[in-house]
């Protein structure tokens, strides 16, 4: 994991989504918290990654 600050356009391209998705997500409560800059969002790397191992599915 790194530092590194992600646009909404990274976000979705690393999680294979449209960037409407993510706003979607974001919008419901449901996605990584982000970090305003000015008008821009912006998402911590490790903070996705942590989001997105939370997603993964428990075997039944």
Same mark, same amino acid.
């Given at each position: 994991?790194?530092?590194e600050l992600l646009t909404i356009e990274e976000v979705a391209g690393r999680l294979r989504v449209s +960037?409407?998705? =993510?706003? /979607?997500?974001? !919008? !419901? ?6 970090? %305003? +800059?000015?008008? *821009?969002?912006?998402?911590? &790397?490790?903070? =996705? &990654?942590? /989001?997105?191992?939370? !997603? %993964? &599915? *428990?075997?039944?």
């Open positions: 994991m790194s530092d +960037v409407l998705t =993510v706003r /979607w997500l974001r !919008q !419901q409560g449901r996605f990584a918290p982000a970090i %305003k +800059v000015g008008r *821009r969002l912006l998402w911590a &790397e490790a903070d =996705v &990654e942590m /989001w997105l191992l939370a !997603q %993964k &599915e *428990r075997a039944a």
